[in-house]
């Protein structure tokens, strides 16, 4: 049988596969600490899981409007509005099945075939795909460690072409943790200015996940006219602790948000009304927690980066939020395992740390960047605790 062209351009998501691989071994009864979830340890809060179960008993299951209910609409308006400082109208706001599918949406709804999409490396393992399936080309520049692994003024303005159409920001960044402060966006703001026939598409979906007291700032907010083509995708996953929910969404112009319901619309329907129900009173609850919950995650990032700083040849990237540690393995390439194999690339030292030490870890080459791995503190302490010694002693068995 034929299959597409598209699905061949398309590949399997490299965080799943070694969820799946983890997942099996613990079923055989092997003691895996997995160190590579993207979803919070904590539990969803009390009144969302109350809303949701409500939402069941009184029979709201049904279909809604397909860009999200309007009270939901409204909501997020609202929360955006004072989350980052930029004022919306439930008519500028969808609400999809995740925050993945608020990003795809948009992007089909802004670019075609012929025009390029502009972001930087490491990226999120998903960017690249979702450019692919709009038929755009992915225009990837790569950042360092020494600069933060941040997109400079300089590298945009390299990057930018005539045919390119949109340019996607992560902040804070998944997988490295790096948060843009406001000097930095505002420089890169100047030089997007001066290009206006480019889309600004900003995912913010750990914007509450910011350590060390450092605010989160987000580019629709430095300049109007920026706003003006700014998408900023944000949804209850990682701040609410509610991956499983699939509720995300966009804030950005009007005829934008109406063109990716469209798309919405053909595709996935609507998001699901449970979800949304339980979404509406996230939002509108208490959420002193979160303090809570960043400290713990502060906690989780020092004891992790103090205990592997420790190991030679594994090098920690200290960040500024969300819950990961992007560290250079690069000393691991072209050693020997005790089988007597080669670590070859940063694919084989996830595989080996897996078999060798239980611990399970995301490559770096699945975020664009190769001689890393990423390793997750979405976690206990008492597991960093547990799997640091097991990552010590399987590198040193390494020759």
């Known amino acids: 049988m034929k299959y597409s062209i598209l699905s061949d351009k398309l590949s399997n998501s490299p965080t799943l ?18 160190f590579s979830a993207g979803q919070p340890d904590f539990e969803t809060p009390a009144p969302a899981k109350a809303a949701g179960i409500e939402a069941i008993e009184n029979n709201i299951t049904g279909y809604t409007a397909s860009s999200g209910t309007p009270r939901l609409r409204e909501l997020v308006a609202r929360w955006m509005s004072r989350e980052i400082g930029v004022e919306y109208k439930p008519n500028q706001v969808i ?3 995740g925050a993945k599918f608020a990003i795809a949406a948009s992007i089909l709804a802004t670019v075609e075939a012929g025009d390029e999409v502009i972001f930087t490396a490491p990226y999120w393992v998903s960017y690249p795909d979702m450019v692919k399936l709009s038929g755009a080309e992915p225009v990837i520049v790569e ?5 933060g692994f941040k997109l400079t ?28 402060s406001e000097a930095e966006i505002r420089a890169l703001a100047d ?9 600004i598409l900003s995912d913010e979906i750990y914007s509450r996940l910011v350590f060390d007291g450092k605010p989160h700032v987000s580019i629709a907010a430095v300049s109007p006219e920026l706003a003006e083509r700014t998408i900023v995708v944000n949804g209850v996953s990682k701040a609410f602790a509610m991956t499983g929910w699939r509720i995300g969404w966009a804030a950005g112009p009007a005829e934008l948000i109406a063109r990716a319901g469209k798309i919405q619309s053909h595709t ?12 509406e009173k996230a939002l509108t609850a208490d959420d002193s927690f979160m303090e809570d919950w960043c400290a713990q995650y502060e906690r989780r ?14 090098e920690p990237f200290i960040p500024d939020g969300a819950f990961y540690l992007f560290c250079s393995i690069r000393p691991w390439i072209g050693k020997t395992k005790p089988d007597g194999t080669a670590i070859s690339s940063c694919f084989d030292a996830a595989e080996y740390l897996l078999e060798d030490a239980l611990i399970a870890a995301v490559p770096g080459g699945a975020f664009g960047a190769g001689g890393n791995i990423r390793f997750s503190f979405a976690c206990s302490e008492k597991d960093i605790e547990r799997g640091v010694p097991r990552i010590a002693e399987a590198i040193r068995k390494l020759k």
């Open 17 to 34: 596969a070694i969820s799946a691989k983890a997942k099996k071994l613990a079923s055989e009864g092997l003691d895996v600490i997995s």
């Open 95 to 97: 609400v999809s099945s």
């Open 143 to 147: 950042t360092h460690r020494e600069e």
């Open 153 to 180: 003024p300089d590298a945009l303005e390299s990057a930018i072409t005539p045919k390119t159409r949109m340019v996607l920001l992560n902040s804070p960044s998944n997988p490295t943790g790096a948060v843009y």
């Open 191 to 199: 030089v997007l200015a001066k290009y206006p026939e480019i889309w």
């Open 268 to 279: 996935t329907s609507c998001p699901s009304s449970i979800s949304q129900h339980a979404a």
């Open 301 to 314: 990032r020092d004891l992790f980066a103090k205990l592997l700083e420790t190991i030679p040849g594994i």
